[in-house]
């Protein structure tokens, strides 16, 4: 090819076009397309074809539709071809699409699209309703939401059901593309059980971004199904600010469940705006402890010095996993204001300030000890939390930070106060032989769980992030996995179905805490979960918050020595 002469070729193919020699200008065609052929020749080949009437270039870019073209440069540049000679000649472009050459049915199918040429919005329609070829149907499918025509919605609803999950997912996306309420009403309805056709669906309503599509969004973190109610998080963390408002808003008439959902994505967000909403939950005093512990993680996430005085309230909760959010919000939220609260607090050396006291020491809030650490009260039921009741981790950090502070007499009499049993920097060797893994996305809850591990004689390994430890565990397998159910990204139920893979519920067991009470059945009063529905999970145990030192020293044993 290499030999021919390109100002020849040129034209003889010129001429041919002239005369409507189409037969001769389809061998020079096939000629300048082979795969040996010089790409400067086949770009001149195209040029020229560009210049001719659509009374002979259709034909000619119809039968180079049907030849095999390797390159995709070359591809590329005839597809631009046929979208400058299909703009204004709608009749030619429907015939092509109703024609039989399958190659050129689907470049004049995406043509229409591309071009919004809304005259072919019917016989995309007569194509989806009859075709079988999928590959075709599904560039029909693209096409047709393309064109954003409402009253073609319904036809995109047997695609949907489609077993095909290429179709399904280009059914899914052209109704998006639509937008509007009509579209995704109708998404929504195709929330069904199914979790990889939800998780598309939920990630396609985001796609809109309407406050229609943003309002609904938010009804779906109420949603029994967890792939729903974890992917409309994922999507409503990913808007960010623009999802603030809906989600404040839907606090009103909240359930305990959704409302935990809500406050728990704002935090995740992390837009100041959210922080009047979340104080006014706070002040309300929910009597659901979850959403108060929800609450107080939020405002870790989401600092505001301005209005901290209130979470001083959260230390003297009446359930630990509140303390403890509340200590670590406080630390993050330091003001002038909130110090003297505290210190009030502690001074009066109750079992409320007792309460106070613990959550600061076992939720390692480092920052508020400066101010505390010249108060007597403090150092008093400091020192009796520390030696009689906190963890060996807690006790060692409380007692480097005396250290760090020049408090390094304080700490020395601390230890000598300890009992024998106690003064080691942690428990025994024999003790750590079980491997536990801990994986839950609130950093507090985490500490929470070293605090009892260690208090057990364990020694976890801590992950806030699923992702970070799957490898782990399928690496190196652990005694147990003790998971969170609702984290953003990876869900505890993903993580379960990964780990399932390689480890039968014999080999590693899960224990699963959540605050969602759809996985569990409440009968007299007492949380269970049916044999039925752990076997299909893949976990072993399924324990709800809040939960007392009892239940979860019971849960743990129980799943390492069953």
Same mark, same amino acid.
């Given at each position: 090819?290499?030999?021919?002469?390109?100002?020849?070729?040129?034209?003889?193919?010129?001429?041919?076009?002239?005369?409507?020699?189409?037969?001769?200008?389809?061998?020079?065609?096939?000629?300048?397309?082979?795969?040996?052929?010089?790409?400067?020749?086949?770009?001149?080949?195209?040029?020229?074809?560009?210049?001719?009437?659509?009374?002979?270039?259709?034909?000619?870019?119809?039968?180079?539709?049907?030849?095999?073209?390797?390159?995709?440069?070359?591809?590329?540049?005839?597809?631009?071809?046929?979208?400058?000679?299909?703009?204004?000649?709608?009749?030619?472009?429907? /015939?092509?699409? /109703?024609?039989?050459?399958?190659?050129?049915?689907?470049?004049?199918? /995406?043509?229409?699209?591309?071009?919004?040429?809304?005259?072919?919005?019917?016989?995309?329609?007569?194509?989806?309703?009859?075709?079988?070829?999928?590959?075709?149907?599904?560039?029909?499918?693209?096409?047709?939401?393309?064109?954003?025509?409402?009253?073609?919605?319904?036809?995109?609803?047997?695609?949907?059901?489609?077993?095909?999950?290429?179709?399904?997912?280009?059914?899914?996306?052209?109704?998006?593309?639509?937008?509007?309420?009509?579209?995704?009403?109708?998404?929504?309805?195709?929330?069904?059980?199914?979790?990889?056709?939800?998780?598309?669906?939920?990630?396609?309503?985001?796609?809109?971004?309407?406050?229609?599509?943003?309002?609904?969004?938010?009804?779906?973190?109420?949603?029994?199904?967890?792939?729903?109610?974890?992917?409309?998080?994922?999507?409503?963390?990913?808007?960010?600010?623009?999802?603030?408002?809906?989600?404040?808003?839907?606090?009103?008439?909240?359930?305990?469940?959704?409302?935990?959902?809500?406050?728990?994505?704002?935090?995740?967000?992390?837009?100041?705006?959210?922080?009047?909403?979340?104080?006014?939950?706070?002040?309300?005093?929910?009597?659901?402890?979850?959403?108060?512990?929800?609450?107080?993680?939020?405002?870790?996430?989401?600092?505001?010095?301005?209005?901290?005085?209130?979470?001083?309230?959260?230390?003297?909760?009446?359930?630990?996993?509140?303390?403890?959010?509340?200590?670590?919000?406080?630390?993050?939220?330091?003001?002038?204001?909130?110090?003297?609260?505290?210190?009030?607090?502690?001074?009066?050396?109750?079992?409320?300030?007792?309460?106070?006291?613990?959550?600061?020491?076992?939720?390692?809030?480092?920052?508020?000890?400066?101010?505390?650490?010249?108060?007597?009260?403090?150092?008093?039921?400091?020192?009796?939390?520390?030696?009689?009741?906190?963890?060996?981790?807690?006790?060692?950090?409380?007692?480097?930070?005396?250290?760090?502070?020049?408090?390094?007499?304080?700490?020395?009499?601390?230890?000598?106060?300890?009992?024998?049993?106690?003064?080691?920097?942690?428990?025994?060797?024999?003790?750590?032989?079980?491997?536990?893994?801990?994986?839950?996305?609130?950093?507090?809850?985490?500490?929470?769980?070293?605090?009892?591990?260690?208090?057990?004689?364990?020694?976890?390994?801590?992950?806030?992030?699923?992702?970070?430890?799957?490898?782990?565990?399928?690496?190196?397998?652990?005694?147990?996995?003790?998971?969170?159910?609702?984290?953003?990204?990876?869900?505890?139920?993903?993580?379960?179905?990964?780990?399932?893979?390689?480890?039968?519920?014999?080999?590693?067991?899960?224990?699963?805490?959540?605050?969602?009470?759809?996985?569990?059945?409440?009968?007299?009063?007492?949380?269970?979960?049916?044999?039925?529905?752990?076997?299909?999970?893949?976990?072993?145990?399924?324990?709800?918050?809040?939960?007392?030192?009892?239940?979860?020293?019971?849960?743990?044993?129980?799943?390492?020595?069953?």
């Amino acid at each position: 090819m290499t030999s021919i002469n390109h100002e020849d070729f040129v034209k003889e193919l010129t001429f041919c076009i002239e005369k409507e020699d189409i037969v001769k200008a389809k061998a020079l065609l096939q000629f300048a397309s082979d795969s040996n052929a010089d790409m400067d020749l086949q770009k001149r080949a195209l040029l020229e074809l560009g210049k001719a009437s659509e009374k002979i270039a259709f034909p000619l870019l119809e039968y180079l539709t049907g030849i095999e073209i390797s390159s995709t440069e070359l591809q590329e540049s005839l597809y631009d071809l046929i979208l400058d000679k299909a703009y204004g000649n709608t009749d030619l472009v429907l /015939r092509f699409i /109703r024609g039989k050459n399958k190659k050129s049915r689907l470049l004049f199918i /995406r043509a229409a699209g591309d071009l919004n040429l809304q005259e072919a919005a019917g016989v995309l329609q007569e194509v989806i309703s009859s075709e079988t070829d999928t590959e075709t149907l599904k560039e029909a499918v693209l096409a047709l939401g393309s064109l954003r025509l409402e009253e073609y919605l319904p036809a995109f609803s047997p695609i949907i059901n489609s077993a095909d999950l290429d179709l399904k997912k280009a059914a899914v996306q052209s109704i998006a593309a639509m937008g509007g309420q009509k579209a995704v009403k109708m998404l929504t309805a195709f929330v069904t059980g199914d979790e990889t056709t939800d998780k598309i669906v939920v990630e396609a309503i985001a796609e809109i971004q309407d406050i229609f599509a943003l309002d609904q969004l938010a009804i779906l973190l109420r949603s029994k199904k967890t792939i729903v109610r974890d992917t409309a998080i994922d999507q409503l963390i990913q808007m960010g600010q623009k999802a603030v408002p809906v989600l404040t808003k839907a606090f009103q008439n909240a359930q305990s469940d959704y409302m935990v959902h809500l406050i728990t994505t704002l935090g995740y967000i992390g837009d100041p705006a959210a922080i009047p909403a979340i104080i006014d939950i706070i002040n309300t005093q929910p009597k659901d402890p979850n959403i108060r512990q929800a609450a107080f993680e939020a405002m870790e996430r989401i600092p505001s010095r301005k209005t901290a005085i209130c979470l001083a309230q959260g230390l003297t909760d009446p359930v630990e996993t509140v303390r403890m959010g509340a200590a670590r919000a406080i630390d993050k939220n330091l003001s002038k204001a909130l110090v003297a609260g505290l210190k009030n607090i502690v001074r009066q050396e109750d079992s409320e300030s007792d309460h106070a006291v613990s959550a600061l020491i076992d939720s390692e809030a480092e920052n508020i000890f400066g101010f505390l650490l010249e108060e007597e009260s403090f150092i008093r039921q400091a020192k009796n939390h520390v030696t009689e009741k906190a963890s060996p981790r807690a006790k060692e950090r409380f007692l480097d930070l005396l250290r760090d502070k020049g408090k390094t007499e304080l700490a020395a009499e601390w230890i000598n106060a300890l009992p024998e049993e106690k003064k080691g920097r942690g428990p025994e060797k024999e003790d750590l032989a079980k491997r536990i893994f801990v994986i839950d996305d609130s950093r507090m809850m985490l500490k929470l769980y070293q605090n009892k591990l260690t208090k057990m004689g364990f020694e976890p390994s801590l992950f806030q992030f699923p992702e970070k430890a799957l490898p782990e565990i399928l690496s190196s397998k652990p005694d147990l996995v003790i998971t969170d159910l609702n984290m953003p990204d990876i869900s505890g139920l993903e993580l379960t179905r990964e780990i399932r893979k390689k480890y039968s519920r014999a080999e590693l067991p899960i224990l699963m805490i959540t605050t969602q009470s759809d996985f569990l059945e409440n009968e007299n009063g007492d949380i269970t979960v049916n044999d039925t529905m752990l076997q299909q999970s893949g976990i072993n145990r399924i324990i709800h918050k809040p939960f007392t030192d009892e239940i979860f020293i019971r849960a743990v044993s129980g799943v390492l020595e069953p």
